[in-house]
């Protein structure tokens, strides 16, 4: 059982390149969220796919797209990088409503992915 | 819009002293309460949860937080803290939508 796991680790790019961030669990969850962790500023929700065939905004989704591919896949495209969006993005996934009281916000993370916009 | 505080931007310890770590959240209801922790590299772990019931938790590591709905609390707490609890943590609260809502987050240093 691999958890949740991202591709790539790290990343360098310029300003205006495009990148995707690949997040995938093998959990059978059915939630799953992208956040970003900036110094000081603990993490900020990007998007969430509370199940699949459905992704929604979170508190910080400008320049930012994602796409639920199937159960186990939730994707994080950056279209036009900029040097604000440097940071580090984890993903998590979570059961979902699963009849467990609080159960569904019990999130499970990935190791991350360390990007450099320069 | 929920929110949570954390009190303590970084904290100074050496070993064996006692821990306790501030969270305030902002939402009157029925809340779901989290402490994770990220050690230096690392990625995110739960460190212990509460959803209802006893409002004194216990989680792994020796860790142990309680649930104040009064003061809106969920504080944690490390009786002797070891120079391997150095690490950065994290309280959320649970969204509506399934999310975390996090706090800035408490870096810890324990001094050997």
């Known amino acids: 059982n691999a958890g949740v796991t991202q591709t790539p680790k790290f990343q360098v790019l310029k300003t205006g390149q495009s990148m995707t961030l690949q997040c995938a669990q093998d959990m059978n969850h059915n939630s799953m969220y992208w956040y970003r962790q900036d110094p000081g500023m603990g993490l900020r929700l990007i998007y969430y796919?509370?199940?699949?065939?459905?992704?929604d905004k979170g508190e910080v989704p400008n320049g930012y797209n994602v796409s639920r591919l199937n159960k186990r896949e939730f994707s994080l495209r950056l279209e036009s990088a900029a040097p604000s969006q440097t940071s580090v993005y984890f993903c998590?996934?979570?059961?979902?409503?699963?009849?467990?009281?609080?159960?569904?916000?019990?999130?499970?993370f990935g190791p991350g992915t360390r990007l450099t916009v320069l | 819009a929920q929110s949570v505080s954390q009190h303590n931007h970084h904290v100074i310890l050496s070993e064996a002293a006692s821990l306790e770590l501030g969270c305030n959240y902002s939402?009157?209801?029925?809340?779901?309460l989290f402490w994770y922790v990220q050690y230096p590299g690392q990625h995110l772990q739960l460190l212990l949860k509460?959803?209802?019931?006893?409002?004194l938790v216990k989680g792994i590591k020796g860790f142990e937080a309680e649930f104040i709905k009064s003061k809106f609390s969920f504080n944690l707490r490390k009786p002797s803290v070891q120079w391997s609890d150095t690490a950065e943590y994290f309280c959320?609260?649970?969204?509506?939508?399934?999310?975390?809502?996090f706090g800035k987050g408490t870096k810890l240093s324990v001094k050997p």
């Open positions: 998590a996934s979570s059961p979902g409503t699963s009849g467990v009281p609080g159960a569904y916000n019990e999130q499970f």
């Open positions: 939402y009157g209801g029925t809340v779901n």
């Open positions: 509460y959803f209802s019931g006893d409002p």
């Open positions: 959320a609260v649970g969204g509506s939508q399934g999310n975390l809502i």
């Open positions: 796919s509370a199940s699949e065939g459905t992704t």
